[in-house]
């Protein structure tokens, strides 16, 4: 299973570090990411990260604010997120899939997911 934690509450301009571990599967899915989703809003692609080629993947409105990172060595995936703003308040979740989807900003393509690790960006 997928565990997201590192959530909590912040300032306007601050930082968060999410982090997603795997426990009780095998941490080879080639498609790793994080989506997010506000109080009546759908799901929403965050980032996706592709161990094959080792490629990131970012939704517009995040790109050059947040990073994600993997460490297979500890079956974890990571968001940094820096320069936060209040629209960057949601449940964010993690998610991974055995094979890479070209599609990979549609939930419905991931296998795993995580339960989800609140974040709140204050204005």
């Known amino acids: 299973q997928l565990q997201a934690y590192g959530g909590g509450l912040v300032q306007a301009g601050g930082s968060l570090r999410l982090s997603c571990t795997a426990s009780?599967?095998?941490?080879?899915?080639?498609?790793m990411a994080w989506f997010r989703q506000a109080p009546g809003k759908e799901r929403q692609f965050v980032a996706a990260?592709?161990?094959?080629?080792?490629?990131?993947y970012y939704a517009d409105s995040v790109k050059g604010r947040f990073t994600i990172s993997r460490d297979n060595a500890k079956n974890a995936v990571y968001l940094q997120m820096n320069s936060l703003i209040p629209e960057d308040t949601a449940l964010y979740f993690c998610?991974?899939?055995?094979?890479?989807?070209?599609?990979?900003?549609?939930?419905?393509?991931?296998?795993?997911w995580g339960r989800g690790t609140l974040v709140t960006v204050s204005s």
């Open positions: 998610a991974a899939r055995t094979v890479w989807n070209v599609d990979f900003g549609n939930p419905i393509h991931y296998n795993y």
């Open positions: 990260h592709r161990q094959s080629l080792r490629r990131t």
């Open positions: 009780g599967l095998t941490f080879n899915n080639d498609a």
